[in-house]
């Protein structure tokens, strides 16, 4: 329960399947949950990872040429401190395939393996692409995003796909992320300063960052929440940002199961769930 009050998350927030939280909700519970287990993998994983590995390997990779080497040297350093099986690489002639193998729970009682076994997945396959992203200081693309586990849930998986910025398989044998070999060939541009500032913010940036998601839907999000604060754009406007028409912009979100409108209920969602953790009133909001 430690690690839910310092974020302030109660029962009924947990009881709730429609509740949100918000980024800084989710960076203190996953700050306090590093604390308190001393396991960087949340002691989700037979062997853990202690506290200060993830600094480790960061210094190993911000020497890297490219992101190629740089993702070598992740599996390489991985391994060595987690003892998990290390991260597969296959390259082809457009894209590279980097295959996540699960780690072993068997710690844990029989009816948390499961779920524990997507969470980890879910954080490791996140912690790849945006820390790759965030290695060249660009968007990385990703052809394709394999899951080994279903999601009967299609509004999660409108999630999904906004998070990993295209649409994720289900039920794959293994956990997938293709990446473009353009992103793969990119030039390494984080220095050891600045991965003192990243390390700083860490996890929040992880959770936070979506400059690097490439669906319609999501830079229609993006849009809509740099606007809130000076009068939200509307969808023509919206559509001339993205150079596109506005029945244009429209066919790509139907396309994806939304709409302006329903983006803008959920950015709006966001914000007020924001607000009531900060404690701003409700006439505020």
């Not at 949950?33 to 037979?46: A, M, N, Y």
Request: aromatic letters at 6%; hydrophobic letters at 40%.
């Amino acid at each position: 329960s430690y690690p839910l009050s310092i974020a302030g998350i109660g029962p009924e927030t947990l009881k709730d399947p429609h509740s949100r939280l918000t980024a800084r909700q989710v960076t203190l519970f996953t700050q306090a949950t590093w604390q308190l287990t001393d396991d960087e993998l949340f002691g989700l994983s037979s062997t853990p990872m202690r506290r200060g590995s993830f600094r480790v390997i960061c210094l190993t990779l911000i020497h890297s040429p490219d992101l190629s080497a740089a993702m070598e040297r992740m599996s390489e350093t991985t391994r060595v401190l987690s003892g998990m099986p290390p991260m597969l690489i296959t390259r082809g002639e457009k894209s590279t395939r980097l295959t996540i193998p699960p780690a072993d729970n068997s710690h844990l009682p029989d009816s948390a393996r499961e779920v524990a076994g997507q969470l980890l997945t879910d954080f490791r396959m996140v912690l790849v692409h945006r820390f790759a992203a965030w290695l060249i200081g660009g968007r990385v693309k990703l052809h394709s995003v394999e899951l080994p586990y279903e999601l009967g849930d299609p509004a999660t998986g409108k999630l999904y796909d906004r998070m990993f910025g295209t649409h994720v398989t289900y039920g794959a044998p293994a956990a997938v992320l293709e990446f473009d070999n353009a992103a793969m060939r990119a030039p390494i541009v984080q220095t050891e300063e600045t991965r003192a500032n990243y390390l700083r913010e860490s996890p929040n940036l992880l959770f936070t960052a979506r400059d690097y998601d490439s669906t319609a839907s999501s830079q229609v999000r993006r849009a809509l929440e740099l606007g809130r604060h000076g009068g939200a754009p509307g969808t023509v406007e919206i559509a001339g940002r993205l150079s596109v028409s506005t029945a244009h912009l429209r066919r790509l979100l139907r396309q994806e199961g939304t709409s302006v409108n329903q983006i803008r209920e959920e950015v709006m969602l966001d914000a007020a769930v924001s607000g009531l953790s900060r404690g701003d009133s409700v006439d505020d909001i």
